[in-house]
């Protein structure tokens, strides 16, 4: 974020700033509460708007958590038009239940999953409807307070300096770097493959500020695309064939780089995060690739939710629609180590 850029935003950034501190005084002077439970919260967040990695890292907890606990996943199920605790099923619309818990339910279909924009009132409802369940991993919720985790994960993505970055609208910030002492973990996304070793050692100094704290330095491992649509689409593209770049994700600039690395990106088109796919969106993609013939669409995993349970997507972009998957891969440690101190933290009381 350059330090000059979105000037005229500062005093609704510092209108923002007094908000949000005014806010955690609050929750420190005991006038707003933090609810605790009877079974381990593990809360993924971060203090940043757009994507930082939260649902491939919830998607790790809960794969390697779910061996010996009953999980459960709380979300706020954002850009849903519901309001309220909703069941997330695999089959629900996007639209009724938000993109990413029903991607993760999509995965992890013997996963409860719930979506609640009071977060703590969810957990509730969760524990009562479901009393098998004796750890939920709730997603995006550091900032909430509401309810005070076991574990604070947080995650940041390298690509994006928290140090250099301003309170929103200025710039991405949404919470006070300062409340990064509450973290437990924090996971570093999107970090180049050969990372120097000063880099790492200046994030440890600017993130890591409580004996406790470690950190951990990722970058996604993508694999070979696959078909939105099974059965109807025709192979996948080859390396340096010309693809259309779909994305509507927080930060789609990591995607867009590995995209150009492996094809021949013939275009792009690039929605704001949580997007709402209409017709007009369809037509858009028809009408490019009816400009690129031999090109196919590939999108995020995320984006592949949306699309993949709609009827009206026109039967030639059915045809030639593909995601990436991806997931998080360790740069130094390995995921074992942190996913096993996770298990001995929800195990052991603190």
């Given at each position: 974020v350059e330090s000059m850029g979105k000037?005229?935003?500062?005093?609704?950034?510092?209108?923002?700033?007094?908000?949000?501190?005014f806010r955690h005084r609050l929750f420190d002077w005991g006038v707003l509460r933090s609810e605790t439970f009877p079974v381990p919260v593990i809360c993924i967040g971060n203090i940043t708007v757009g994507g930082t990695g939260k649902t491939p890292m919830a998607e790790m907890v809960i794969g390697y958590m779910a061996r010996k606990h009953n999980v459960a996943l709380i979300s706020r199920g954002y850009g849903r038009r519901t309001r309220g605790y909703r069941e997330v099923s695999a089959g629900a619309h996007y639209r009724d239940v938000g993109d990413e818990p029903l991607q993760i339910k999509q995965k992890f279909p013997d996963t409860v999953v719930a979506v609640c924009e009071k977060r703590a009132e969810g957990i509730r409802r969760l524990l009562h409807d479901h009393p098998e369940i004796d750890l939920v991993v709730m997603d995006d919720g550091f900032q909430h307070r509401y309810v005070e985790p076991k574990v604070n994960i947080v995650m940041v993505d390298a690509t994006r300096s928290v140090q250099n970055d301003r309170m929103l609208p200025r710039g991405t910030l949404r919470d006070l770097p300062e409340m990064l002492h509450r973290a437990h973990y924090f996971v570093v996304t999107k970090c180049p493959e050969k990372m120097a070793p000063i880099d790492r050692r200046i994030l440890r100094k600017v993130l890591v500020s409580v004996a406790y704290q470690r950190i951990y330095f990722t970058r996604y491992e993508s694999f070979m695309p696959r078909a939105v649509f099974e059965g109807e689409a025709a192979p996948a593209p080859a390396h340096r064939?010309?693809?259309?770049?779909?994305?509507?994700?927080?930060?789609?600039?990591?995607?867009?780089?590995?995209?150009?690395?492996?094809?021949?990106?013939?275009?792009?088109?690039?929605?704001?995060d949580h997007h709402v796919y209409r017709v007009r969106d369809m037509r858009q993609?028809?009408?490019?690739?009816?400009?690129?013939?031999?090109?196919?669409?590939?999108?995020?995993?995320?984006?592949?939710?949306?699309?993949?349970?709609r009827d009206r997507v026109p039967r030639a972009v059915r045809e030639r629609?593909?995601?990436?998957?991806?997931?998080?891969?360790?740069?130094?440690d390995s995921a074992t180590d942190l996913l096993q101190k996770l298990e001995q933290d929800v195990t052991t009381g603190n």
């Open positions: 000037w005229w935003l500062a005093p609704a950034a510092y209108l923002y700033k007094l908000g949000v501190t064939q010309p693809v259309i770049a779909l994305s509507g994700i927080g930060n789609p600039r990591p995607f867009l780089a590995e995209l150009r690395e492996r094809y021949d990106v013939v275009a792009e088109m690039t929605l704001d993609l028809e009408a490019l690739l009816t400009r690129h013939p031999g090109a196919a669409i590939v999108t995020t995993e995320k984006d592949a939710v949306k699309l993949g349970g629609l593909y995601y990436i998957p991806i997931n998080i891969s360790f740069i130094e």
